[in-house]
Antibody
């Protein structure tokens, strides 16, 4: 059974950078597209970035395009999200999500427990 | 972006009841529709994909239907552990977008 564990969250000032990561265990993610989804405090879910199974293609929500970068290391079974030029509105729990297939137009299968990123001066 | 709406925004029902949640997409997404359950303070959990297929381990009390722009999630024999917020999500186009959620409470 796949387990996804996020790490790297914390408090960061506006304009600074932060990198969050997701470590998978119990299953190889190398054949699966992966997704980052976030949830602002008391709000709903928002898709942030998606990456193909081999890392060759990525896509981003308009709200983070040009500031965030998703990447993966299949040899280490990990997923990352580099967040630059952070804004207060980026404050959220960030969830790592494994999709059901290699193609990114596929549904979510497994979710991590999330890591909280707080952007505040 | 594809916009997703849900109704009702919240509902309260009794143990043993059957409840239905509706989700509508702003354009045709065929059956690229998933349902996700989130209990308070917990991470989301995937329930249904392809509008009507159950994720592994999900009990058949959850049933999904629909295609195109209109979808429903039905929960049968409602139990206290079903108290949660339910989101629909389209994955037919990026960014994947979620509905605003339906909060299900037990009377």
């Amino acid at each position: 059974q796949v387990q996804l564990v996020e790490s790297g969250g914390g408090v960061v000032q506006p304009g600074r950078s932060l990198r969050v990561s997701c470590a998978a265990s119990g299953f190889s993610i190398s054949g699966r597209a992966m997704h980052w989804v976030r949830q602002a405090p008391g709000k709903g879910l928002e898709g942030v970035a998606v990456i193909s199974y081999d890392g060759s293609r990525t896509n981003y929500a308009d709200s983070v395009k040009g500031r965030f970068a998703i990447s993966r290391d299949n040899s280490q079974n990990t997923l990352s999200l580099q967040m630059n030029s952070l804004r207060t509105e980026d404050t959220a729990i960030y969830y790592c999500v494994m999709l059901t297939s290699s193609g990114w137009f596929s549904p979510p299968e497994s979710w991590g427990q999330g890591t909280l990123v707080t952007v505040s001066s | 972006d594809i916009q997703m709406t849900q109704s009702p925004s919240s509902l309260s029902a009794s143990v043993g009841d059957r409840v239905t949640i509706t989700c509508r997409a702003s354009q045709d997404i065929r059956t690229s529709l998933a349902w996700v359950q989130q209990k308070p303070g917990k991470a989301p959990k995937s329930l249904i994909y392809g509008a009507s297929s159950l994720q592994s381990g999900v009990p058949p009390k959850f049933t999904g239907s629909g295609s195109g722009t209109d979808f429903t999630l039905t929960i049968s024999n409602l139990q206290p552990e079903d108290s949660a917020t339910y989101y629909c999500q389209q994955y037919g186009g990026y960014p994947f977008t979620f509905g605003p959620g339906t909060k299900v409470e037990i009377k």
